[in-house]
């Protein structure tokens, strides 16, 4: 898989790879927080494999979608608790 | 909310090696074949991929077979419930559906076992498989501090996948003997094959340190990972690191299972010879069936889908039989030599969190009188991820049995919970209705 396409990130747009999942996207733009939880500690990635619900992030206005199951598409718009 | 259904003779849960072999099998026997997998690709753990040209000749040949024998590949779904084994309700980005099948195989593969520590729940701690699946994604590593600590084969592999992709891989951490390592390498290493991997994966992080008789203790930082404590034969020292990769071997994912009633043994699905479960219609084949390699795997997977297209037990090939044997013997020795050091079992600390999504602390656990007291005062496994990790956790740290597990498995969206429970529109296959007492909106799906 070759080229980059445009995808947004909390609102800034950035160029990644084509083919990449939504985790290694945001890890690569140095998000660390992926979702916060109850005493807003910041999560990131635990298992990589669509088990562990810690990379929950919003993907085009849909809340709650793991980040490691979802590869990147242009235009995509990702929020994540930054 | 109407569902939509559709109908297959045999329908696969998984598409790793066993899962993509059952289906390959099962569709050149002349049935309709569906495999439903939640990873974006097909491949599963050990083949994930984003591209196929990046794959083995075993996996390129098999991807290849699934597609000519006309498997249809359902990726980026989750089966949320199973009505009965020849009913599943499956999530996927375009919402839910209604699979109707005659048969099914289940290959749902396994995962990490974590163990709770103090520090555990920063940004930069992940598992050693789970490093290797973010790298596999994506992510990149070049350049980053890396810490591996783990146990078994995996261990290895991962840290020679972490090194060729030009991470600054700090100290790989084998919580096993010295003793217990070289002797099962002694027994693993008359296989040729076997032997050249290691070679490779060990000549790949040459100069990373590989300790024995090594384990993380503690993970220390503000916001993210700064640095890990070590603790090895010679005491405990601090390491600086950007990411940990930290493990306790591998549990083989049997929710589905257990949901559908099939007996688990030793926390595996329990199969005979012809990979048939307990239950009329389900079969299981790879690492739910206990963990044992891709090679045996794939073997488990042909005849588990020769099996349910109907074949003969007499059409099972010496071959795959070999194959699967070979396999288990390998599992079972890793077992015996990686097996879990009892320090590692309770490392958590009274104010480490054990359950990750709910934020449940072990101190908040430690005074419950049984798993179930324990969940209805904190909601302990009850969150997203519905004791996925902190269920091997807590049987480490208290003992408890494996969580019963009851629909909707994972977390599917409230929609797809709600189009469960709503007849399909359509005349045809009988409705996934549940009765009404399974879901009280007041509580968590499960407790």
Not at chain 2, 48 to 73: C, F, I, K, Y
Not at chain 2, 121 to 146: C, D, E, I, M
Not at chain 2, 338 to 349: D, T, Y
Not at chain 2, 419 to 430: E, F, M, N, R, V
Request: hydrophobic share 45%; aromatic share 4%.
């Amino acid at each position: 898989m070759t080229g980059v396409v445009s995808i947004v990130i909390d609102g800034t747009t950035r160029e990644v790879a084509a083919g990449v999942t939504v985790a290694a996207a945001l890890l690569d733009h140095g998000v660390m927080a992926f979702r916060r939880d109850l005493h807003d500690a910041p999560r990131a990635p635990l298992c990589g494999m669509g088990s562990c619900m810690e990379c929950r992030v919003t993907i085009d206005g849909r809340a709650e979608r793991r980040a490691c199951l979802v590869v990147v598409v242009d235009g995509m718009r990702i929020e994540t608790a930054g | 909310m109407s569902v939509r259904c559709r109908e297959v003779d045999v329908a696969v849960v998984g598409a790793g090696p066993a899962g993509l072999a059952a289906a390959a099998a099962a569709a050149e026997a002349g049935r309709r074949v569906l495999v439903i997998d939640q990873s974006p690709r097909a491949g599963g753990q050990i083949w994930r991929h984003r591209d196929e040209g990046s794959l083995g000749r075993v996996p390129r040949a098999l991807l290849a077979r699934v597609a000519s024998a006309g498997v249809t590949v359902l990726t980026g779904t989750t089966v949320v419930d199973a009505v009965s084994p020849r009913q599943l309700l499956v999530e996927g980005v375009d919402g839910v559906e209604v699979i109707d099948t005659t048969a099914l195989v289940l290959a749902t593969g396994a995962r990490e076992r974590f163990l709770p520590f103090p520090g555990w729940t920063l940004p930069g701690v992940a598992g050693v498989g789970g490093l290797q699946a973010l790298l596999k994604g994506g992510t990149s590593f070049r350049g980053k501090r890396v810490v591996l600590a783990g146990t078994g084969p995996l261990l290895v592999a991962v840290a020679a996948a972490l090194a060729d992709a030009g991470a600054r891989l700090v100290l790989v951490a084998e919580q096993a003997p010295w003793r217990r390592v070289t002797g099962f390498a002694l027994h693993a290493f008359t296989n040729a094959g076997r032997l050249r991997d290691a070679l490779r994966y060990r000549w790949a992080f040459a100069r990373t340190p590989y300790v024995t008789d090594a384990w993380v203790t503690a993970a220390d930082g503000d916001t993210r990972l700064r640095d890990v404590e070590v603790r090895t034969s010679r005491g405990t020292r601090t390491v600086d690191c950007d990411w940990l990769g930290c493990a306790a071997g591998l549990v083989p994912t049997i929710e589905l299972a257990q949901l559908l009633g099939c007996t688990v043994e030793r926390d595996r699905v329990r199969v005979d010879s012809m990979q048939s479960t307990s239950v009329t219609g389900v079969w299981a084949a790879g690492e739910c069936t206990g963990v044992k390699g891709d090679a045996a795997a794939l073997a488990e997977g042909e005849i588990a889908g020769r099996a349910a297209a109907g074949d003969t037990p007499g059409a099972t090939s010496a071959a795959l039989v070999r194959a699967r044997d070979d396999g288990r013997l390998l599992g079972a020795r890793i077992d015996a030599a990686f097996s879990l050091r009892a320090e590692l079992l309770n490392l958590a600390a009274p104010d480490t969190i054990i359950c990750r999504c709910e934020d449940v602390r072990r101190d908040a656990i430690d005074p419950a009188w049984t798993p179930r007291q324990a969940k209805l005062w904190t909601r302990v496994g009850m969150g997203a991820c519905q004791g996925a990790v902190c269920g091997p956790a807590c049987s480490a740290l208290f003992g408890w049995a494996a969580n019963t597990v009851r629909a909707p498995l994972g977390a599917p969206s409230c929609g797809a919970w709600q189009a469960a429970l709503t007849p399909p529109a359509l005349p045809g296959p009988p409705s996934p209705v549940r009765q009404a007492p399974e879901v009280d909106p007041h509580q968590g799906p499960a407790d």
